[in-house]
Nanobody, 125 residues
Framework: QVQLVESGGGLVQAGGSLRLSCAASGRTFSGSRMGWFRQAPGKEREFVAA????????YYKDSVKGRFTISRDTAKNTMYLQMNSLKPEDTAVYYC??????????????????WGQGTQVTVSS
């Protein structure tokens, strides 16, 4: 059974940084993509970034390019999201997710099969 556990959220001032972690277990992730999504109050869940587990190719939402960096440590089965220059509009619950079907779209939440419980990120102005 796949388990994804996020950590690292919290309260930070605008311009600050946070690093989110997603510890994954329960299967071999080779060939999978892992992604970060976020959901703000009253809004739909949106794609943030994704990475291929084996090769490390990355893909970002335009509004976070240059500020956020996604990475993974295959030895630790952990994915990260380094978030710099945070803005109040980055406030949301952040979720990690796993996509196992080859060729699925990078950024649609429906194409990800497994999800973590989420971690709150709050950026104050």
């Amino acid at each position: 059974q796949v388990q994804l556990v996020e950590s690292g959220g919290g309260l930070v001032q605008a311009g600050g940084s946070l690093r989110l972690s997603c510890a994954a277990s329960g299967r071999t992730f080779s060939g999978s993509r892992m992604g970060w999504f976020r959901q703000a109050p009253g809004k739909e869940r949106e794609f943030v970034a994704a990475i291929t587990w084996s090769g490390g190719s990355t893909y970002y939402k335009d509004s976070v390019k240059g500020r956020f960096t996604i990475s993974r440590d295959t030895a630790k089965n952990t994915m990260y999201l380094q978030m710099n220059s945070l803005k109040p509009e980055d406030t949301a619950v952040y979720y990690c997710a796993v996509q196992t079907v080859y060729g699925s779209p990078w950024s649609t939440s429906e194409s990800y099969e497994y999800w973590g419980q989420g971690t709150q990120v709050t950026v104050s102005s």
